[in-house]
């Protein structure tokens, strides 16, 4: 079993920066691509970001794309997701999850989740 651990939401003003990091254990971390997504109120669950297994290849949604940073530690088995430029259409809960091969975009294709994190940007 994989588990993951997210961490590193709060409270930030617009324009502000946020750091996610997701911490995974149980399995080898290397073995698995790597997306973050986020859930807005009343919204569904959206892809955000992906790495590949090795790191050499990422994905990301438009409206994130220029803002947001994902990278992996394979020594530290962590996934992060740096955010700067915040908006207030950013608040949502942020969550990591593991794909056993490859980087997908569908959220309904990856194996394992985290528990999620909050991020609320004020305007």
């Known amino acids: 079993q994989v588990q993951l651990v997210e961490s590193g939401g709060g409270l930030v003003q617009a324009g502000g920066s946020l750091r996610l990091s997701c911490r995974v254990s149980?399995?080898?971390?290397?073995?698995?691509?790597m997306g973050w997504f986020r859930r807005a109120p009343g919204k569904e669950r959206e892809f955000i970001a992906g790495?590949?297994?090795?790191?050499?290849?990422?994905n990301y949604a438009d409206s994130v794309k220029g803002r947001f940073t994902i990278s992996r530690d394979n020594a530290e088995n962590t996934v992060s997701l740096q955010m700067n430029s915040l908006k207030p259409e950013d608040t949502a809960i942020y969550y990591c999850?593991?794909?056993?091969?490859?980087?997908?975009?569908?959220?309904?294709?990856?194996?394992?989740w985290g528990q999620g994190t909050q991020v609320t940007v004020s305007s």
């Open positions: 790495i590949s297994r090795g790191g050499g290849s990422t």
């Open positions: 999850a593991a794909h056993r091969l490859v980087l997908t975009t569908a959220p309904g294709l990856y194996d394992f």
């Open positions: 149980g399995r080898t971390f290397s073995l698995y691509a």
